[in-house]
């Protein structure tokens, strides 16, 4: 994703005490999915990679994944009248509608096939509480309720983090966030991910965000051995 007038980091050596983060790489959020992420298959080969040099530095890897009730309560179609995308807010919901995607035990909601599952050492999964959504893989949308990332990445002694994944102005971008508010430092890496954008000002609004809370940015060309 091209970040306009955004400063990225030169380069970052990987050190003892970072992992990534491979967020919801799942096939209802690749092109052809029920919540398609424009070409947000492109970057895998790149992620692929990536867990391969975090694997050879013994460094942990972890993948987020969504897995949602059918019936969960940011599904448009749980809400009569309502459609996919329409604006909507409520504790733990919003601030729009989702079309019904990531749904635990369906294709959709399995990682995509491109992707290299073999190197993830933890998966969490999230969002599968009927009335909370969980776009970060930190917290669920209450802002209370852990979905154990932290309690994990501190148990393998963990200070900085390097997130990339599905989708930039959601799901990507709240981990980050919320992994800098416990205290990580925490690399974007923009050039593996993409945004959904939606509302317009979505991507604005989670740059703005990322560099509020000390997120910095970073190409995953700039990860240095």
């Not at 029920?34 to 790149?46: H, R, S």
């Not at 919901?93 to 989702?98: C, N």
């Not at 317009?200 to 989670?206: L, M, P």
């Amino acid at each position: 994703m091209e970040l306009k007038d955004v400063r990225h980091l030169d380069t970052v050596q990987l050190q003892k005490g970072d992992a990534l983060i491979v967020v919801d790489m799942q096939n209802d959020f690749m092109p052809g999915g029920a919540l398609a992420v424009e070409k947000g298959d492109a970057f895998t080969a790149q992620v692929n990679e990536l867990t391969a040099l975090f694997k050879e530095h013994d460094l942990p890897v972890v993948f987020t994944q969504d897995w949602h009730p059918p019936d969960h309560d940011s599904f448009a179609s749980q809400h009569p009248g309502k459609r996919a995308f329409d604006a909507y807010e409520a504790p733990g919901i919003g601030p729009v509608l989702w079309p019904d995607h990531a749904v635990q035990g369906t294709n959709g909601a399995e990682f995509y096939r491109g992707l290299d599952t073999r190197r993830a050492q933890a998966v969490i999964r999230k969002g599968y509480h009927k009335n909370k959504d969980s776009y970060s893989g930190f917290l669920e949308n209450d802002h209370v309720t852990e979905t154990g990332l932290d309690g994990y990445l501190r148990g393998r002694n963990v200070k900085r983090v390097f997130v990339c994944g599905l989708a930039a102005d959601y799901c990507v971008y709240f981990t980050a966030v919320d992994g800098a508010a416990k205290g990580y430092e925490v690399f974007f890496l923009s050039d593996l991910t993409s945004p959904v954008g939606s509302p317009q000002d979505s991507v604005k609004n989670a740059v703005n965000g990322m560099r509020q809370k000390g997120v910095r940015f970073l190409k995953s060309t700039g990860i240095r051995r």
